[in-house]
């Protein structure tokens, strides 16, 4: 149970303060005496001249946004004003030219209570000439909830909750009347899952998080099985919000619908244009407009400008399930139709820890990694980077539409890239029945079989069976000659996501443009590092991409220990019907030369640069004349029936071959070591 008390509980259950727009009120209808809202800020007369002096120069500052005055004006009164001007609510919502905002007349005797800004007003009352009395006004109504039905399917989940934790049952009984029975279904699904109620229970607290909820994608939680996935989200909100309410005590109920509107997917830590945008709406009034303390305030503009990530909401949480769906479905691809458990639980249960640890630094590319305590979920996150890249061509789901571009084409599922997932799948380390399904069919097979049949009307036409195995069997083999595209440079990954993205693209299901650039950087090496291509100076498509990941998903010392840009790598780019034979080589650097042999036990030298050795080892029925790393591969037994061919090295490059041998078996021994000390700390 929640240790707030009882009264506290009901202030921030029944009230919440919502943001109305903005208008020009008459200095005579702002009042700042109403000590049950806010306390009262001392009044310092010298501030007041200083502002006089400022006024009288000349210089407007009624239409300047950073010195708008936030007041709580009641809804009834609101209403009427906005009757007698003729004007909806919408006229306070939207921008107008010039910042000419309506001017709204109050009843006689009644004032808004001024939340900020009583120096300002003390000032121009003795500036202004008496027909021009007027001032810039941010308006918020403190509602209090009456009927369940006309109220936010989110506030409506917030209230059913705080009832439960208070035990309030006969108000409980009031709010599920507000909701219909599919809404009440999910809702009571939802509350049975204790791992995902703990972090929901902690973001009750904070009003403003809750009013763009709707009720209607509760169920999207419960498909996708990605529980583990989804309450690591949920943490993740958590601990960005307290961290932001550190500074707010008890009152948290001063986080207002408009401020978590205005704060959400901000990067204040990373991108400067969020930096000013944040600080000249706190100086304002405009966030946290309940929230008169100036020192509290600045304590917590520090905070928020600390923040090095998007500011998450539940709302970008929802938005963001978007692009969690068809990736999960990649995943769930290997798992069959209806996987019992959810997916990371199915996937632990096909994990057996392979004899090496693989990581994938660019498509294709791969290394062996450092033997650590946690090799499954670092594979299991290689998996998800993997549907991230290629959901478009699996999952049948397209990204987002370009602005003036058409509407992107949803692609039928890829069965080269599926048999190339379950490949890799398998390789580190997860076996499933339906990876093994799809492992035991040739996608080259399969996609030429498909090219002859769909190229005329089947109904039309036809092929003989004989005619038709044998022309599938031409192109296959067509097929399999394909080589592989590398972007990989292994001196050099200089690849950067230039564009700067706008907030309104920073959650969902990414961009089309953006997918086809960023999937180049979609990789645990680079993920891992907080900043692998350079200090970010603004919110790229590629940081949004990061930052959805790390999200949902840990990234531990583990991870990091796996940097970017390394050289030492192993590559497949021969055809995909070969099930990415890999081999494995141990991550390790030397000081010394390259050595470069080929199968006919011809060596070349080139000069050291400090780089680790790379290699690419193949057998040769495979890759017939491909230059090989003879140090590696003898040493890991590779080449141990060619040994015969080193009597035709001459005895400076045996040395040179042995000293390698030798180097690497010594720091292999040293890294273990530190690996020990390091996991017994």
């Known amino acids: 149970m929640h240790e707030t008390p009882e009264h506290e509980a009901g202030f921030v259950g029944s009230k919440r303060i919502k943001f109305r727009g903005i208008a020009r009120v008459p200095l005579d209808s702002i009042s700042f005496s109403d000590t049950s809202v806010t306390q009262v800020p001392i009044i310092d007369k010298n501030d007041v001249h200083q502002l006089k002096n400022t006024f009288l120069s000349g210089e407007s500052f009624r239409y300047d946004e950073k010195n708008y005055i936030s007041a709580l004006v009641h809804a009834d009164q609101l209403d009427e004003a906005l009757d007698n001007a003729k004007l909806d609510r919408l006229a306070l919502i939207s921008k107008p030219d010039k910042m000419t905002y309506p001017i709204l007349r109050f009843p006689i005797g009644y004032t808004l209570c001024g939340l ?394 990414p961009y089309e443009d953006s997918q086809v650039v960023d999937k180049r950087l979609l990789f645990l090496p680079t993920i891992s590092n907080k900043w692998p291509l350079g200090e970010c100076e603004e919110v790229t498509s590629y940081f949004v991409k990061r930052d959805f990941f790390t999200s949902f998903f840990d990234i531990d010392y583990e991870d990091r220990r796996y940097p970017a840009n390394s050289h030492d790598t192993i590559s497949d780019s021969v055809s995909p019907t070969i099930c990415r034979n890999k081999v494995s080589l141990e991550s390790y650097q030397t000081g010394v030369a390259d050595l470069d042999v080929n199968w006919n036990g011809e060596i070349s030298e080139h000069k050291g640069t400090g780089d680790s050795v790379t290699g690419v080892a193949q057998e040769s029925r495979q890759q017939p004349g491909r230059k090989v790393d003879l140090a590696k591969a003898y040493h890991f037994g590779l080449l141990r029936k060619n040994e015969r061919k080193l009597s035709g090295v001459s005895e400076k490059h045996q040395k040179m071959i042995k000293r390698v041998i030798k180097q690497s078996a010594t720091q292999r021994l040293q890294r273990k070591k530190m690996y020990r000390r390091l996991n017994h700390k």
């Open 116 to 509: 900020q800004g009583q120096h300002r007003i003390l000032a121009e009352r003795e500036v202004l000439l008496e027909d021009d009395m007027w001032w810039t006004v941010r308006l918020y109504v403190q509602e209090e909830h009456s009927n369940p039905k006309d109220v936010l399917d989110g506030e409506k989940f917030r209230m059913i909750r705080i009832c439960q934790i208070y035990e309030r049952s006969k108000e409980e009984k009031r709010w599920w009347a507000g909701l219909t029975y599919t809404m009440q279904k999910d809702f009571k699904q939802l509350t049975k899952h204790i791992g995902f109620m703990r972090e929901v229970d902690r973001l009750i607290q904070i009003p403003g998080l809750w009013s763009s909820v709707k009720m209607g994608v509760l169920r999207r939680m419960f498909v996708l099985k990605c529980d583990e996935e989804l309450i690591h989200y949920l943490r993740h909100i958590n601990t960005i919000w307290h961290q932001i309410a550190s500074h707010l005590g008890k009152d948290l109920w001063a986080i207002d619908d408009a401020t978590v509107e205005y704060l959400q997917l901000r990067a204040p830590g990373i991108s400067p244009t969020d930096r000013r945008a944040v600080s000249v709406a706190m100086e304002s009034g405009q966030l946290f407009p309940l929230l008169v303390d100036s020192q509290r305030r600045v304590r917590l503009l520090a905070s928020i400008l600390d923040i090095q990530a998007l500011i998450p909401t539940i709302q970008t949480f929802f938005d963001n399930l978007l692009y969690l769906e068809p990736c999960a479905k990649v995943m769930k691809g290997l798992l069959g139709p209806k996987p019992r458990l959810t997916v990371r639980r199915s996937f632990e249960a096909a994990f057996s820890n392979p004899s090496d640890h693989f990581v994938e630094e660019a498509e294709g590319v791969f290394r062996i990694g450092h033997s650590g305590s946690d090799i499954l979920m670092s594979s299991y996150k290689q998996l998800w980077l993997y549907s991230m890249r290629h959901f478009p061509e699996m999952a049948g789901m397209a990204p987002k539409k370009e602005n003036g571009q058409p509407n992107p084409r949803v692609k039928e599922p890829n069965s080269w890239l599926w048999y190339d997932f379950a490949a890799m799948a398998k390789q580190l380390g997860f076996e499933t029945a339906k990876s093994k399904e799809i492992l035991s069919t040739n996608p080259d097979v399969t996609i030429a079989r498909k090219v002859l049949l769909e190229a005329r009307p089947q109904d039309r036409y036809y092929f003989d069976k004989e005619q038709l195995d044998l022309y599938t069997r031409q192109i296959s083999e067509m097929l399999a000659t394909a080589k592989r595209r590398t972007s990989f440079n292994s001196h050099s990954k200089e690849i950067v996501s230039k564009n700067r993205e706008a907030r309104s693209h920073r959650s969902g299901r």
